[in-house]
């Protein structure tokens, strides 16, 4: 019963990754809006979205016996890494800030193995290196761009990486908080978002129905639903299989881009698919052992 219930959990995670392949074709539909804006207005939608959830299930009381220290750990966590990140794409070349941001699912996978009830096995190593590979074929579209060898942006990105692998094993270790405090997470990101953005940016709102579309997209799935999901994942599933399979994230981005026409297929696609595929496979191996 308990291997069921973890095995579910660990689904329930997964649906965190497909709805996260959505962000690029949403972001590029919300544009001109810029970054700390888009965050400000889909924190807002995700995070109103829960709170109607956990009112309609007679959850609120529930938030209120949450520590203080809780929240502020999950907000620093969701803003943070989304401040870190739109930062580093703008100091740094925008494919190597992305690749050395997708570090934190490696992160995720190894540091997973020292916790309580967890074992890192040699097939978890070579699955989520294997995965990065082909993350990094993605991101970086198989071309080099000649910029300079270390940027502050760099730095930046492995921050950013840092942030969201120690929120996701951090909450793992909290998995008796509810995964309701989600919603006050990303309220709190919202509002903290809006004196970033009135500081940093020109405020620039959605162009017609398709971008307003896509920012409501946005706020309902990957940067509303998607945090629920994934709460529950990393504190109920296996986390280290989680890991892996975040990798799929950019590759199922691409090959919607693709779909959508606004990327084009390729060779490094394809061998991207198979170097993903195997690292997820071996690490579904080494969580049934």
């Given amino acids: 019963m308990k291997t069921a219930a973890r095995g579910r959990a660990t689904l329930i995670g997964f649906s965190a990754v497909a709805l996260w392949s959505l962000l690029a074709l949403f972001t590029v539909g919300s544009a001109p809006v810029p ?7 889909t924190f807002a939608i995700g995070g109103a979205i829960g709170l109607v959830w956990v009112a309609r299930t007679g959850g609120l009381g529930q938030l209120l016996a949450v520590p203080w220290r809780i929240y502020a750990f999950g907000t620093a966590g969701l803003f943070g890494y989304h401040f870190l990140y739109f930062s580093a794409l703008r ?5 190597e800030a992305g690749l050395i941001a997708y570090l934190w699912p490696l992160l995720i996978v190894l540091v997973s193995g020292l916790l309580p009830g967890e074992k890192l096995r040699r097939a978890h190593i070579v699955g989520a290196l294997m995965a990065f590979t082909g993350a990094a074929l993605i991101v970086a579209g198989g071309r080099g761009t000649g910029g300079a060898l270390l940027q502050p942006g760099h730095l930046l990105a492995l921050l950013c990486a840092l942030t969201w692998a120690g929120y996701s094993l951090i909450s793992r270790r909290l998995g008796a908080v509810p995964t309701a ?10 509002a903290l978002s ?13 162009s017609g129905a398709i971008g307003w579309g896509a920012v409501a997209a946005l706020g309902l799935g990957p940067v509303g639903l998607a945090f629920y999901t994934w709460d529950v994942g990393v504190k109920r599933g296996d986390i280290q299989m989680l890991g892996t399979a975040s990798y799929a994230a950019p590759l199922l981005s691409t090959l919607i881009l693709v779909l959508a026409g606004k990327a084009t297929a390729s060779a490094s696609l394809a061998m991207a698919a198979l170097l993903i595929a195997g690292g997820a496979m071996l690490a579904a191996h080494a969580a049934r052992r």
């Fill in 194 to 206: 809006v004196p970033a953005h009135l500081a940093l940016e020109e405020t620039v709102w959605p």
């Fill in 35 to 41: 970054p700390l804006q888009l965050n400000a207005m």
């Fill in 91 to 95: 100091m740094a070349p925008p494919a």
């Fill in 181 to 190: 405090t989600v919603a006050v997470y990303c309220l709190a990101t919202a």
